[in-house]
T-cell receptor
Framework: ETGVTQSPTHLIKTRGQQVTLRCSSQ?????VSWYQQALGQGPQFIFQ???????GRGNFPPRFSGLQFPNYSSELNVNALELDDSALYLC?????????????FGSGTRLTVV | AQTVTQSQPEMSVQEAETVTLSCTYD???????LFWYKQPPSRQMILVIR??????QNATENRFSVNFQKAAKSFSLKISDSQLGDAAMYFC??????????FGAGTILRVKS
């Protein structure tokens, strides 16, 4: 059983650029959630994807967007990067029908915006 | 809206001793799930223990146990026989059915040898 894989592990971008982060969900999971974790803080929910559609969104602007593919993998896209977007981005997969049994997290992508 | 509060930014424990991490979870829902996650320097969130709000019995996983007091909105984590490998950031989190996880700010646990 494979876990959640995120790529890349680290990334440095310039303010105003665009970035795409990728996540492969755990085998058997059909839901992917993305979280932003600023340094020294708890993760904040960005959005969740289920059956290739957005299924809930946190307090993040539209320049944060995502996709889920038929194999349940997912992408997080951030346009017009700002310095405050510097954070650890965590992807978590789960089985929607087994809600409450916790999420499997990846090791995250550390994004630095300069 | 759900809120999760962890009031201890940092805790220390001697190896082999017991430590308790505090958390309060506030929600208007009656059915929800609570979790404790561990985040070591490797950054990956690891599920430590889960509790279903409608169950009165407190969850236990080996050296880890919770004290869930629903009316008081309290959900504390007790780590017995602490080990060096327990050193990490610990997050309390809550989830309502099919919804997002809401995390607290975290507690850094240091284990002294």
């Amino acid at each position: 059983e494979t876990g959640v894989t995120q790529s890349p592990t680290h990334l440095i971008k310039t303010r105003g650029q665009q970035v795409t982060l990728r996540c492969s969900s755990q085998s058997g999971h059909n839901t992917v959630s993305w979280y932003q974790q600023a340094l020294g803080q708890g993760p904040q929910f960005i959005f969740q994807y289920y059956r290739e559609e957005e299924n809930g969104r946190g307090n993040f602007p539209p320049r944060f967007s995502g996709l889920q593919f038929p194999n349940y993998s997912s992408e997080l896209n951030v346009n017009a990067l700002e310095l405050d977007d510097s954070a650890l981005y965590l992807c978590a997969s789960s089985m929607r029908e087994a809600s409450g049994y916790g999420y499997t997290f990846g090791s995250g992508t550390r994004l630095t915006v300069v | 809206a759900q809120t999760v509060t962890q009031s201890q930014p940092e805790m220390s424990v001697q190896e082999a001793e017991t430590v308790t991490l505090s958390c309060t979870y506030d929600t208007s829902e009656s059915d929800y799930y609570l979790f404790w996650y561990k985040q070591p320097p490797s950054r990956q969130m690891i599920l430590v223990i889960r509790q279903e709000a409608y169950k009165q019995q407190n969850a236990t996983e080996n050296r880890f146990s919770v004290n869930f007091q629903k009316a008081a909105k309290s959900f504390s984590l007790k780590i017995s026989d602490s080990q060096l490998g327990d050193a990490a950031m610990y997050f309390c989190a809550g989830e309502q059915y099919g919804n997002k996880l809401v995390f607290g700010a975290g507690t850094i646990l240091r284990v002294k040898s």
